[in-house]
């Protein structure tokens, strides 16, 4: 059974840094794209990063300079560098890999505050 494991949340001051890792455990997968959603409390889930099985990355444009979205093919592994951070970058950051479905990690909590 193929799970995908979130690493890498916790708190941080603003202007800080953080590393989301996100990891398939299980069988061999192919896989397409990857990315990264979050949600804050009484919030919708938000779309933050996307990056193709090419290297091809989107943002949504209020992480666009701060946050770099990358992947590990031999791994299965997508990645979230997340500087400077801001407290409204406080959610759970959600990762998704999508193979003949779209498999979800279970979030981790980032959370942006002095």
């Known amino acids: 059974q193929v799970q995908f494991v979130e690493s890498g949340g916790g708190l941080v001051q603003p202007g800080g840094s953080l590393r989301l890792s996100c990891a398939a455990s299980?069988?061999?997968?192919?896989?397409?794209?990857m990315g990264w959603y979050r949600q804050a409390p009484g919030q919708e889930r938000e779309l933050v990063a996307v990056?193709?099985?090419?290297?091809?990355?989107w943002y949504t444009g209020s992480v666009k300079g701060r946050f770099t979205i990358s992947r590990d093919n031999a791994k299965n592994t997508v990645y979230l560098q997340m500087n400077s951070l801001k407290p409204e970058d406080t959610a759970v950051y959600y990762c998704?890999?999508?193979?003949?479905?779209?498999?979800w990690g279970q979030g981790t909590q980032v959370t942006v505050s002095s």
């Open positions: 990056v193709s099985s090419g290297g091809s990355t």
């Open positions: 998704y890999a999508d193979s003949w479905r779209r498999y």
């Open positions: 299980g069988g061999i997968l192919s896989i397409a794209g």
